[in-house]
């Protein structure tokens, strides 16, 4: 099955040319925005720990390690499409155009973090595994029977490929030729469970086989792979030529949240050699070097500058003016009914509010 | 100047399955999925002849999947269409009870109204029928105890299609629940065309001034037996249909309770946890002092609805609904 689906490659870790395929259009200006963006989500998630670390938000979910994975396929969608995230996937969703602010908001446990922009067709984060896939191929269906060529992409990790809903999610986009594009980031670890405990199946693109779907195999930490891989698999779908897995390989260095300690269940050594060898980011800085594309102070200013937009994110998370205990109530359903009614007129009572 | 409406005599599964035709004649957007809804018009001929008159596109047979049905109904919901998914049977849907727990019922209070789920969740469901296993549950309970979805029962053909053309034009999920033993128990003079029964609205079947009865679903016909046998025992009963059971009729159980001062609550559902504790406390919130007896409750046990052989042990029966009537009146 290796062989079947073997794990393409744009840049190897060294930053050298594996496959030249797409070289005309791997520009200096695709390269340094997938670079701003993967540094970008890189600062963003040190900062999301930092903040859990001080107390000034909730539980994090890191990302890091992931970044190539997540920004190279949420490049490769296009306006109008819909995204379905985890709650690992704020760098994708911040490609798709979240706001900092509201990714922040997000883990400082306000409702207004799992509002999109407006226009953005992205879902809040899925809690329950796997379920989201089912939610994807909903909305791409129903671009279908509108007759848009408009696609969904929905993200899930390698412990996902278990349940139930996974398995429903790729026969319904299968039977109804859905256009969605199910973005696996195999990671290696469902929290602590290695994937040998999670699956037999060598690899998780071979699952495709048996929905009579593309599966595709890619090396998670190569940008440009994830990049040009999905898009071809957008396309694929905009065609109405139907739905694609993609196993995406990758790794987080990190934990599985902040309140999360990896080094009971593996050696964080690991880790550590992984920053050094295949780094997505570290990568991307060879390839520029050897490409000569890359420039010093260029990098400095940009670290300058995506800190400052950061460090303002936070400023604006911070000042947001604090919830009204009424969106508990008011948006359960259009119109309260009188149990909520009542509750709601309760409370405001028991503080001395009216 | 009246204007004359055309009726039809149909059945409660009929009346459910002109109700989806009206909507579907009415609106592009109104789609039928589930397992055998299709060519097969539905293991109860719900939904007969839908797909012959609006295509395959809008009358979709879906794989065998209960999860699958609503995770998908869910994305179709909030991307413009409106799913009236149908459950088999309401025993079959605990497979999808995560997607309703955690997204169907709480997307627009998790997005403060962004995305909404305005679906119909429609399950056929109680005892009665003969049915094999599992398929004679009755729980709504599980749903009306879920915040963000509406819960509404007809318990006769006019009902079922005003309701769930209501249900339909429902910006909110809602849980459509068709007790089986009524989908053609009797037949009823249906209005063609569109009309709306209004959901949190329940109904008086029959004026009393001694004893409330708050019923619903294939229990009506159970009640409306046990009233008629009371007053001929002198006792004049107030019957309510509750119809919706979530948000219940607040009113309607208040005013009538203070009218007469006793109540009787009967469902098929399991005592413990059932919409008779939540009408008791309704009581007890709105009406204590009018009280001149303890509610007594007429409902199934708490244990898995039995085997056929044994249901009719299960489900309450007119003679014990007669029995809490009198005991509420002799207190």
């Given at each position: 099955m290796e062989k079947l689906f073997p794990k393409l490659q744009i840049i190897n870790e060294n930053g050298e040319w594996n496959d030249e395929t797409y070289k005309s259009e791997i520009t200096e200006d695709l390269t340094k925005e997938l670079y701003t963006k993967m540094l970008r989500s890189r600062l963003f998630?040190?900062?999301?720990?930092?903040?859990?670390?001080?107390?000034?938000?909730?539980?994090?979910?890191?990302?890091?390690?992931?970044?190539?994975?997540?920004?190279?396929?949420?490049?490769?969608?296009?306006?109008?499409?819909?995204?379905?995230?985890?709650?690992?996937?704020?760098?994708?969703?911040?490609?798709?155009?979240?706001?900092?602010?509201?990714?922040?908001?997000?883990?400082?446990?306000?409702?207004?973090?799992?509002?999109?922009?407006?226009?953005?067709?992205?879902?809040?984060?899925?809690?329950?595994?796997?379920?989201?896939?089912?939610?994807?191929?909903?909305?791409?269906?129903?671009?279908?029977?509108?007759?848009?060529?408009?696609?969904?992409?929905?993200y899930f990790g390698d412990g996902a490929t278990s349940e139930g809903d996974f398995h429903e999610g790729l026969n319904f986009a299968s039977v109804f030729n859905a256009p969605v594009v199910f973005f696996n980031q195999n990671n290696g670890f469902a929290i602590s469970v290695p994937?040998?405990?999670?699956?037999?199946?060598?690899?998780?693109?071979?699952?495709?086989?048996?929905?009579?779907?593309?599966?595709?195999?890619?090396?998670?930490?190569?940008?440009?792979?994830?990049?040009?891989?999905?898009?071809?698999?957008?396309?694929?779908?905009?065609?109405?030529?139907?739905?694609?897995?993609?196993e995406s390989v990758t790794w987080r260095y990190g934990a599985h949240t902040t309140a999360d300690d990896p080094s009971k269940y593996r050696d964080q050594n690991e880790s550590a050699t992984r920053r050094e060898k295949t780094d997505p980011i570290l990568r991307l800085e060879r390839f520029m070097k050897n490409e000569n594309m890359w420039d010093e102070k260029w990098a400095e200013e940009l670290q300058e500058s995506l800190t400052a937009e950061i460090e303002a994110a936070v400023k604006e998370m911070e000042e947001a003016p604090a919830p009204h205990y009424n969106d508990v109530f008011d948006h359960v359903f259009a119109e309260n009914p009188w149990p909520i009614?009542?509750?709601?007129?309760?409370?405001t009572h028991s503080r001395g509010d009216r | 100047m009246t204007t004359a409406v055309d009726t039809k005599k149909l059945t409660m599964v009929q009346a459910v399955t002109d109700g989806m035709r009206v909507m579907m004649k009415e609106h592009e957007n109104v789609i039928v999925l589930g397992e055998d809804v299709g060519q097969n018009g539905g293991v109860f001929r719900a939904t007969d002849g839908l797909v012959a008159e609006f295509g395959?596109?809008?009358?979709?047979?879906?794989?065998?999947?209960?999860?699958?049905?609503?995770?998908?109904?869910?994305?179709?919901?909030?991307?413009g269409f409106k799913p009236i998914a149908e459950m088999q049977f309401l025993g079959f849907i605990y497979p999808a009870f995560n997607q309703i727990m955690t997204h169907a019922s709480r997307i627009r209070a998790r997005t403060l109204g962004h995305f909404t789920v305005p679906m119909v969740i429609r399950a056929p469901f109680g005892a009665g029928v003969r049915a094999p296993e599992i398929h004679s549950d009755s729980v709504e309970a599980l749903f009306t105890g879920m915040p963000g979805m509406k819960v509404v029962v007809p318990s006769n053909p006019y009902d079922a299609k005003g309701m769930l053309i209501s249900a339909i034009e429902d910006p909110d999920p809602v849980l459509f629940l068709e007790p089986m033993r009524c989908y053609r128990s009797t037949k009823m003079d249906v209005p063609e065309g569109k009309y709306n029964v209004p959901l949190g609205k329940a109904a008086r079947l029959q004026e009393g001034s001694d004893v409330s009865i708050f019923a619903y679903g294939a229990m009506i016909d159970v009640v409306t037996k046990a009233a008629k046998a009371a007053e001929e025992k002198g006792i004049k009963c107030d019957v309510i249909d509750l119809r919706t059971l979530y948000p219940l009729d607040k009113d309607m159980i208040a005013e009538s309770v203070q009218k007469t001062g006793r109540a009787v609550i009967v469902h098929e559902a399991p005592g413990t946890g059932g919409l008779g504790e939540t009408i008791m406390s309704l009581i007890n919130d709105t009406s204590f002092l009018y009280m001149k007896a303890p509610v007594e409750r007429v409902t199934g046990f708490d244990t898995p609805v039995p085997m056929f052989a044994l249901e009719d042990h299960y489900l309450p029966s007119a003679d014990r609904v007669v029995q809490a009537i009198e005991k509420v009146t002799q207190f």
């Open positions: 998630d040190r900062k999301g720990v930092n903040l859990q670390r001080q107390g000034r938000i909730g539980t994090y979910v890191p990302f890091e390690g992931q970044e190539a994975s997540q920004i190279g396929s949420a490049l490769a969608m296009g306006e109008g499409d819909w995204m379905f995230p985890t709650y690992r996937d704020h760098a994708a969703t911040m490609t798709f155009g979240h706001s900092l602010k509201t990714l922040f908001l997000y883990w400082k446990g306000r409702q207004e973090g799992c509002i999109p922009p407006e226009g953005k067709n992205i879902f809040p984060p899925a809690v329950p595994i796997a379920s989201q896939l089912l939610h994807a191929t909903g909305a791409a269906w129903a671009e279908k029977l509108k007759g848009t060529d408009r696609a969904s992409i929905v994937i040998e405990k999670q699956m037999k199946s060598k690899t998780i693109a071979q699952k495709a086989v048996a929905y009579e779907m593309e599966g595709v195999r890619l090396d998670g930490n190569d940008v440009f792979a994830v990049y040009f891989h999905t898009r071809t698999a957008v396309e694929r779908a905009r065609k109405g030529e139907g739905p694609t897995l993609i009614e009542s509750q709601k007129e309760a409370y | 395959e596109k809008r009358v979709i047979d879906t794989p065998l999947a209960e999860s699958g049905i609503i995770g998908t109904s869910i994305g179709l919901a909030m991307n």
